[in-house]
């Protein structure tokens, strides 16, 4: 083998190796030859680092430093109900597994089914499993490694025409140190509304999530998608999502990155129907030496849809904030409109934002555009608040959540909007 063909693994890659072969790497069903395969691919291609252009600025071959064990199944107490918003049903997964005592699946019946599965699945669900590296756009090694360890899951449906005044909750808890990998299918059948709130919560203590989302929301279906990431100081979290989007559907989404050491949230939206839209909409609340990696990528493919991206950062002390954003434009999808904003804030001279969005549009009748700031706090409005009495920490945070209630205003959902205020506002220590 020549030098050229040699690759060095790192801890974490020798880690996840020895893991698959030590669970999975002699499964000889359906399953088994699933998770092989996409094990294959990660062998070959190893965690992502700066030379891939989708990972220039979260290289986590080098982040990840030591290899994480498999988690262990756990029991935990319930986790609390999410206060501000009323809920219907619940879904509990611990340590990536589905736990169905802690969970409220019953009071779905009729308006949501949930088929809920875990890691000692019978080959049936093997095409559930291939079907993951095939969910996401291009290949990446974050899903390939979802794909071969995943340890639970849901496909959860909505019937058609269902329009659920409350939501939906799914909570992923993590109890202990260790990898968790989880799978979530949500399918929204035509003409339905539904809310889905999502949280992530662990204890302190160096743990991993990996999880795979997608999302098919039918012909002039409503899905409003909310995801509040509040792991651990200590945590890394890597999510990845797809959405694909019938004729008039509407997709609006809001991530709170508000935890982990280590975040890569992807997300890929695909317009398959014409005069469909997609909101999607997200606030990180950085300190620390924390990092956290927001990317996007918005695929027109057919006419007339309407996309929006709306993020804003705050990044205090050492923490680096990433965005990348893309708006792809294919040649048969006319009258499209497409924007993006993206707005950070400064508290230190330490802080570090990166941002790089993009726009490739290969039709001539359409609106596209892309903006970003970067900035600290204004010292006039500073000066007027604290000149009103106002002690400076205090103004501050009025400042603070001043600018971030602009995105919070867009989400068309007034029963989100006390709740996002509320977790921030608890961020701040307001």
């Not at 893991?19 to 000889?28: I, L, N, P």
């Not at 095939?134 to 449906?157: C, E, K, S, Y």
């Not at 009495?389 to 945070?397: L, N, S, V, W």
Request: charged share 25%.
């Amino acid at each position: 083998m020549t030098a050229q063909n040699q690759r060095v693994l790192s801890a974490a890659e020798t880690g996840f190796e020895e893991a698959f072969a030590a669970t999975h790497g002699k499964q000889s069903d359906g399953l088994g030859e699933a998770r092989r395969a996409a094990m294959a691919r990660f062998e070959a291609t190893g965690l992502p680092h700066r030379r891939i252009e989708e990972y220039h600025y979260t290289d986590l071959k080098a982040k990840l430093r030591s290899a994480f064990a498999l988690s262990a199944k756990a029991e935990i107490v319930a986790p609390g109900a999410v206060g501000e918003v009323e809920t219907q049903g619940r879904l509990v997964f611990v340590n990536g597994r589905f736990d169905a005592a802690l969970s409220n699946v019953e009071a779905l019946a009729g308006k949501i089914s949930v088929s809920a599965w875990a890691e000692e699945m019978g080959a049936e669900k093997a095409e559930v499993q291939a079907h993951g590296a095939a969910a996401f756009p291009r290949a990446d090694a974050l899903v390939d490694l979802n794909t071969a360890f995943v340890q639970g899951g849901a496909t959860i449906t909505v019937a058609g025409g269902e329009k659920l005044e409350k939501a939906l909750e799914i909570v992923h808890v993590a109890k202990g140190e260790g990898a968790s990998f989880s799978r979530i299918d949500l399918v929204v059948e035509a003409g339905a509304d539904v809310l889905v709130l999502e949280s992530y919560q662990g204890d302190s203590g160096a743990y991993l999530r990996n999880t795979l989302t997608t999302l098919e929301v039918g012909d002039n279906a409503k899905l409003t998608w909310v995801k509040l990431q509040e792991e651990a100081e200590s945590a890394t979290h890597l999510a990845s999502a797809t959405a694909n989007l019938g004729k008039g559907a509407e997709l609006s989404q809001f991530l709170l990155d508000a935890g982990s050491g280590l975040s890569r949230s992807q997300f890929a939206v695909a317009f398959n129907g014409e005069g469909s839209n997609a909101a999607l909409r997200g606030v990180s609340l950085l300190k620390g030496d924390s990092h956290a990696d927001i990317t996007l990528s918005v695929d027109h493919k057919v006419p007339e849809c309407n996309s929006r991206e709306y993020f804003k950062a705050i990044v205090d002390d050492k923490a680096r904030s990433v965005f990348q954003g893309q708006i792809l434009v294919k040649p048969d999808a006319q009258k499209t409109d497409g924007q993006m904003m993206v707005q950070s804030l400064l508290l230190s001279e330490s802080a570090e934002v990166n941002v790089k969005p993009e726009l490739e549009i290969f039709a001539d009748d359409v609106q596209c555009a892309h903006g970003s700031t970067t900035g600290e706090i204004d010292e006039d409005l500073l000066f007027y608040l604290r000149a009103r009495g106002i002690p400076e920490k205090e103004a501050r945070k009025i400042l603070i959540l001043a600018f971030l209630g602009e995105v919070i205003d867009e989400l068309d959902d007034e029963r989100v909007g006390p709740l996002l205020t509320s977790r921030i506002s608890n961020w701040l220590h307001v």
